[in-house]
């Protein structure tokens, strides 16, 4: 296990044009990344580019944090479990979730070690300001999960000041869990935007977690799923992309991270683990619902088809109307 240094070298070079930027008709450019599908058994359906090198899932991680923190003694109600693995946007039932989280251990914001920030959905932002409110440690999307932190170190007796430390018995017990769930060893532990160690897998292995996830029928895997799909707008958002996949796939569970990675999986075991090389955002949804798609996924019974294809949907404008899209190519 190696830590990233200023000179490192990102391990993964194998990605392949995954989405074409059409505009009246031209392809002016790509988006490259890697896909992997998992079949229900578990094992390796399909894959586009490298599935097998590690890369850095980013908040990816965080279900597979929070089952963790369960296993260390974590004991939250769903929807604040929920938030635990949330990348939230700020909003108010987002706060008002966090200072709860933070008050059922007798802790409070000044507490928290995420970075002082504002919301990161633009039209949060801007009611944010609007209200006169300043940036603050609540408002920074990982702050669920540093809360959920603060409430295991609690729970076990640990110290709070240093709970970020890779080094802390928090982070060492989240590395052993991510290692079980991923069946792989951590290759590297980086430095997340939050400040909290960030753990490399491949994506075959962060899609074989969340697949751990999906199907578990009891245990702290089983709470974390179960807290996901009740309460998926406190995972991301009431108007993230996420949350519509979500609502539209019964039984699934899902997590977006930065630059643009992305795993979901189902309750039958099928799972799914993206990565676009350039991190762009846009390209994250667009490639997963075509994943879903090639899978067959959108067939199955109960589930919304075209609620799921309109989350993979990414007009071009030109002159104010519609001139082209961003597409799938695999």
Not at 118 to 131: F, K, Y
Not at 133 to 159: I, Q, Y
Not at 206 to 222: E, I, N
Request: charged share 20%; glycine share 10%; hydrophobic share 45%.
């Amino acid at each position: 296990m190696t830590s990233v240094g200023p000179m490192t070298t990102p391990a993964q070079t194998g990605h392949v044009p995954v989405a074409e930027i059409v505009r009246s008709g031209f392809v002016e450019g790509h988006h490259h990344g890697s896909v992997v599908a998992l079949a229900a058994d578990g094992s390796v359906d399909w894959a586009v580019g490298d599935a097998d090198s590690p890369v850095l899932p980013r908040s990816c991680n965080k279900p597979l944090q929070a089952v963790a923190m369960v296993e260390a003694g974590l004991d939250l109600p769903p929807d604040l479990l929920a938030l635990a693995c949330a990348s939230h946007s700020g909003e108010q039932m987002h706060l008002d979730g966090v200072r709860r989280l933070l008050a059922h251990v007798g802790l409070g914001e000044g507490d928290l070690q995420c970075p002082v920030d504002w919301p990161m959905i633009d039209g949060v932002r801007d009611e944010a300001l609007r209200a006169g409110a300043e940036p603050s440690r609540l408002f920074m999307n990982c702050s669920g999960k540093h809360a959920a932190m603060l409430a295991t170190c609690v729970a076990n007796g640990w110290d709070t000041a240093t709970y970020l430390s890779p080094e802390h018995p928090l982070q060492q017990r989240i590395l052993a869990t991510f290692s079980r769930l991923t069946g792989e060893p951590v290759d590297t532990v980086a430095v997340d935007g939050c400040g909290a160690p960030l753990l490399s897998a491949s994506l075959t292995g962060l899609a074989s977690a969340f697949r751990a996830l999906a199907v578990a029928t009891q245990g702290p895997g089983r709470q974390v799923a179960e807290a996901i799909r009740a309460f998926p707008e406190l995972v991301s958002g009431s108007t993230r992309d996420e949350l519509r996949l979500l609502r539209a796939v019964p039984g699934a569970i899902a997590k977006a991270g930065a630059e643009a990675c992305y795993a979901v999986a189902l309750p039958d075991g099928r799972a799914f683990a993206l990565k676009i090389g350039d991190g762009a955002a846009r390209a994250r949804p667009i490639v997963m619902a075509r994943a879903l798609e090639r899978s067959g996924v959108l067939a199955d019974a109960g589930l919304d088809a075209e609620a799921v294809r309109a989350t993979g949907l990414h007009p071009l404008h030109g002159g104010g109307r519609v001139v082209g899209s961003i597409r799938a190519t695999f």
